[in-house]
């Protein structure tokens, strides 16, 4: 199954945004809502942070949006601090015999 | 709240069988809202999604093509748990194994709010 591709690294200053791109085809992304976001600290298990493309589950900072254009949905964060660098993966629902596919992933670094 | 707790063995030797539980707390295996996935991360691979289990007046499963021909998982009502097994294990599925929450077939969605703690495995003789 080919995962959804993501850029590797992303940095940004702390107070500045920074946008995280994902980008499939017309058989996930662009074919279904159902496009979620993960923050992943090291050693720790992923946590959902976005669905349905900008839900945010409870508890989850409003600094962190999603949105979904074509082929590929985004992610931003706003007003970056030092507690977002983490690694950050997409996921979308396939219309596929595998039902639904993980991005590549990327490391959002602050600098 | 939702907690998951993975179990099960960091090491398993070539062409057998890895067997890994979750234990669910705070919800129950038989809820027809939502389907039981397990999950898994390699650096080669990635995340990769591999199956889920849920009830919806009948149990249901589905696999990822990737491995379906050697995996089942299925689940425990009494112990509120469910389970993964993975036949004929080669290096290519060592990996971080998670059990997650999702959603099932008849709710639209593809969502995983609530995960395990990982466990690692080795495939090694």
């Known amino acids: 199954q080919s995962a959804l591709a993501q850029p590797a690294s992303v940095s940004g200053s702390p107070g500045r945004s920074i946008t995280i791109s994902c980008t499939g085809t017309s058989s996930d992304i662009g074919g279904y809502d159902f496009v979620s976001w993960y923050q992943q600290h090291p050693g720790q298990a992923p946590k959902l942070i976005i669905y349905d493309v900008n839900k945010r589950p409870s508890g989850v900072s409003g600094r962190f949006s999603g949105s979904k254009s074509a082929n590929t949905a985004s992610l931003t964060i706003s007003r970056l601090q030092a507690e977002d660098e983490a690694d950050y993966f997409c996921?979308?629902?396939?219309?596929?015999?595998?039902?639904?596919?993980f991005g590549t992933g990327t490391t959002v670094i602050v600098l | 709240q939702v907690q998951l707790q993975q179990s099960g063995p960091g090491l398993v030797k070539p062409s057998q069988t890895l067997s890994l539980t979750c234990a669910i707390s705070g919800d129950s295996v038989s809820s027809n809202s939502v389907a039981w996935n397990w999950i898994r991360q390699s650096p080669s691979r990635g995340l990769e999604w591999l199956g889920r289990t849920y009830y919806n007046s009948k149990w249901y499963s589905d696999y990822a093509v990737s491995v379906k021909s050697r995996m089942t998982i299925n689940s425990d009502t009494s112990k509120n748990q469910f389970y993964l097994q993975l036949r004929s294990v080669t290096p290519e599925d060592t990996a971080v194994y998670y059990c997650?929450?999702?959603?099932?077939?008849?709710?639209?969605?593809?969502?995983?709010?609530?995960w395990g703690q990982g466990t690692p495995l080795t495939v090694s003789s």
């Open positions: 996921g979308s629902y396939r219309s596929s015999s595998t039902l639904g596919v």
């Open positions: 997650a929450r999702g959603v099932p077939a008849h709710v639209h969605g593809w969502d995983f709010d609530f």
